[in-house]
T-cell receptor, first 116, second 112 residues
Framework: AAGVIQSPRHLIKEKRETATLKCYPI?????VYWYQQGPGQDPQFLIS???????DKGSIPDRFSAQQFSDYHSELNMSSLELGDSALYFC???????????????FGPGTRLTVL | AQSVTQLDSQVPVFEEAPVELRCNYS??????LFWYVQYPNQGLQLLLK??????LVKGINGFEAEFNKSQTSFHLRKPSVHISDTAEYFC??????????FGGGTRVLVKP
């Protein structure tokens, strides 16, 4: 079965540079979530999109922005990178079930960002 | 707001022994509960989930978990672990259509 695709898998940037992470959800999934996992930490929710509209926002810095495109893929744009932004960034996708209990999130392999 | 506490940060266990990973949550409303596994240098894989119905949930790789509403717990168990079960395990809660809130993770180290 198709899974969530994230690119790139690894990214090395210098401080104050910008980075763009991409996420391609499972086909027919309409919701994308972004999470940040620092070294030795649990994943922290950043932001989510449903049908190309922002649906929820977590602890996402103002230097970061994201969007979901017409083909449902999503991009996380990170500017003025700081050393503390070094982390594993996960994208998850789901299909919102209007009549059912809840949507299960399926995670991609992550993008490991290293800021030097 | 909901929160999740995983009571053990590390659990060493011998191969073929049973293991239990403890998870407690707090929420003012009903939640849905998940266990994810993260193998070294990999993403998060869904092990099992509780949405409603039977409180004993069976997942992949021989894992199961029991939802206990009165104790607000969702402990994960496996009767006999393998070396390949060495990984980090995350308990998580969510409200419908909402973000996941994770516990701090439990690192399981299976020894031969």
């Amino acid at each position: 079965a198709a899974g969530v695709i994230q690119s790139p898998r690894h990214l090395i940037k210098e401080k104050r540079e910008t980075a763009t992470l991409k996420c391609y959800p499972i086909p027919r999934h309409d919701t994308v979530y972004w999470y940040q996992q620092g070294p030795g930490q649990d994943p922290q929710f950043l932001i989510s999109f449903y049908e190309k509209m922002q649906s929820d926002k977590g602890s996402i810095p103002d230097r970061f922005s994201a969007q979901q495109f017409s083909d449902y893929h999503s991009e996380l744009n990170m500017s003025s990178l700081e050393l503390g932004d070094s982390a594993l960034y996960f994208c998850a996708s789901s299909f919102v079930q209007r009549e059912g209990p809840t949507d299960t999130q399926y995670f991609g392999p992550g993008t490991r960002l290293t800021v030097l | 707001a909901q929160s999740v506490t995983q009571l053990d940060s590390q659990v060493p266990v011998f191969e073929e022994a049973p293991v239990e990973l403890r998870c407690n949550y707090s929420s003012s409303v009903s939640v849905y509960l998940f266990w994810y596994v993260q193998y070294p240098n990999q993403g998060l894989q869904l092990l099992l989930k509780y949405l409603s119905g039977s409180t004993l949930v069976k997942g992949i790789n021989g894992f199961e978990a029991e939802f206990n509403k009165s104790q607000t717990s969702f402990h994960l168990r496996k009767p006999s672990v393998h070396i390949s079960d060495t990984a980090e395990y995350f308990c998580a809660v969510t409200l419908p259509g909402n973000k996941l809130t994770f516990g701090g993770g439990t690192r399981v180290l299976v020894k031969p």
